[in-house]
């Protein structure tokens, strides 16, 4: 169970942001949500990580909504080297924190 | 810093054979863990470790696959004897703390085939 919803694929033409949503509608007070990113033939990458407030970093920002049921990553400018599949992960557990991954999102970047 | 290193990269065995993946994480992370990849799904978690004692290894198959981390390092995966359904791409990845707010650091993996 990923307890968390992303859609399967999105696309995005390149040098345009990319909003890439995730529900996590039964997310707890303790519960942190992770995006993770895998290029093919790589282990996943971390991209970035919040808890109640937005954040960002120099690969992305991510915005979480103010019930935190949802949350979006956002990636300023799409490049080819964004194509992958995204993970958003509720980083979650009572004594040990564990990456649950879903199917996630297949990004494809069009050139 | 230099990141979460694997090897080998890949393995080639008949089934019934026995393989050993090696993982050496990141310095100074006490956290370590092995995932399981198949081909098409998201990584699922066999086993942790803070430093050399285990956290959690729930769902990891113990007929058949065992892991340690001596010295609270380097650690081993072992899997004996492989069945065609453990192909697949093995992936170590560790941090600095268990906690919610210390994100993982992955290795690129070994990837397994079982003929």
């Not at chain 1, 995005?12 to 007070?29: A, D, K, M, R, W």
Request: glycine share 8%; proline share 5%; charged share 20%.
């Amino acid at each position: 169970d990923a307890k968390t919803t992303q859609p399967n694929s999105m696309e995005s033409n390149e040098e345009e942001p990319v909003h890439l949503p995730c529900n996590h509608s039964t997310i707890s007070g303790t519960d942190y949500i992770h995006w993770y990113r895998q290029l093919p033939s790589q282990g996943p990458e971390y991209v970035i990580h919040g808890l109640t407030s937005n954040v960002n970093n120099r690969m992305a920002s991510l915005a979480i909504a103010e019930d935190r049921k949802s949350s979006t990553l956002i990636l300023h400018r799409a490049t080819l080297r964004d194509a992958a599949v995204y993970y958003c992960i509720r980083y979650s557990g009572a004594g040990s924190y564990q990456l649950t991954f879903g199917k996630g999102t297949k990004l494809s970047v069009i050139p | 810093e230099a990141g979460v290193a694997q090897s080998p990269r890949y393995k080639i065995i008949e089934k019934r054979q026995s393989v050993a993946f090696w993982c050496n994480p990141i310095s100074g992370h006490a956290t370590l863990y092995w995932y399981q990849q198949i081909l098409g799904q998201g990584p699922k978690l066999l086993i942790q470790f803070q430093n050399n004692g285990v956290v959690d290894d729930s769902q990891l198959p113990k007929d058949r696959f065992s892991a340690e981390r001596l010295k609270g390092v380097d650690s081993t995966l072992k899997i004996q004897p492989a069945k065609l359904e453990d192909s697949a791409v093995y992936l170590c990845a560790s941090s600095r703390g268990g906690g919610g707010n210390q994100p993982q650091h992955f290795g690129d993996g070994t990837r397994l085939s079982i003929l």
